[in-house]
DNA sequence: CGCCTTTGACCTGCGC
DNA sequence: GCGCAGGTCAAAGGCG
């Protein structure tokens, strides 16, 4: 049996006047009550049944830039922000569910995960190659939907963005499936590929596994 | 030249 | 069965 991991991962970027490279849940917490930043959300797209607390994430930030402006990496199912990403192990069938504020986590059978997140960019870099298939507009939404396939050969990761209809500052951002390939910036943690940006720090706070 | 985005057409699933 | 909405295809054109 393959090992089972129950494993969230939240790459933090906080102000310039943090004083500390690495951060754990109590940090983003304290720093999530903060005006200059903000959480985002992040939705569940799969029916849930596991819930779970942000205990299960690792949480890290980079050293020496802490604010990346828009450059961060991720795996297939994370999403970068200027505030905040996160990146969910779709390999293990993991959801994820928060409000704004992020105190609860569900984690569930499914490779897919959507994020709602607070950005002016709707592309945002994840360090891997997306190429652009279709758009579309959607039914009760002034806003397109994009769906981007990554451009790595024989890789079916699919995303689709779009903006938020009910608050267009906010981008909705759903990936699904699993790359089967490496981000250019990749670390491995209890044997999961998690993508780091280059020169970020990760800290793992708390974790839960189990395998078999 | 290769890779990308754009965009209309086509396909498919679902509700009525 | 029909219509609608979402998702995908593929041709055309742009750009480095």
Redesign the pocket.
């Known amino acids: 049996m393959a090992a089972s991991t129950s494993l969230a991962t939240a790459f933090l970027q906080v102000p310039n006047s943090n004083p500390n490279p690495t951060l754990n849940y109590t940090d983003l917490m304290n720093y999530s009550h903060q005006p200059e930043f903000e959480l985002s959300d992040y939705l569940l797209l799969e029916d849930g049944s596991i819930e779970d607390s942000m205990s299960s994430h690792h949480i890290g930030c980079h050293p020496e830039n802490p604010v990346l402006p828009e450059k961060a990496i991720t795996d297939s199912t994370g999403y970068t922000t200027n505030s905040v990403t996160y990146v969910a192990d779709t390999s293990t069938s993991s959801n994820i569910k928060c409000k704004s504020g992020v105190k609860k986590v569900k984690m569930d059978v499914g490779s897919r995960v959507a994020f709602r997140t607070k950005s002016e960019l709707e592309?945002i870099d994840d360090g891997f190659?997306?190429?652009?298939?279709?758009?579309?507009?959607?039914?009760?939404?002034p806003n397109p939907?994009?769906?981007?396939?990554c451009?790595s050969g024989g890789c079916n990761v699919?995303k689709?963005v779009e903006r938020d209809r009910e608050d267009s500052r906010y981008v909705i951002t759903t990936y699904e499936g699993v790359h089967n390939h490496e981000s250019p910036c990749v670390v491995y943690y209890n044997e999961m590929p998690l993508m780091v940006p280059s020169g970020w720090t990760l800290q793992a706070s708390h974790s839960h596994s189990s395998s078999s």
Request: hydrophobic share 15%.
């Open positions: 592309v190659k997306w190429r652009k298939y279709g758009k579309k507009t959607v039914k009760n939404s939907r994009n769906y981007y396939r451009s699919k689709r």
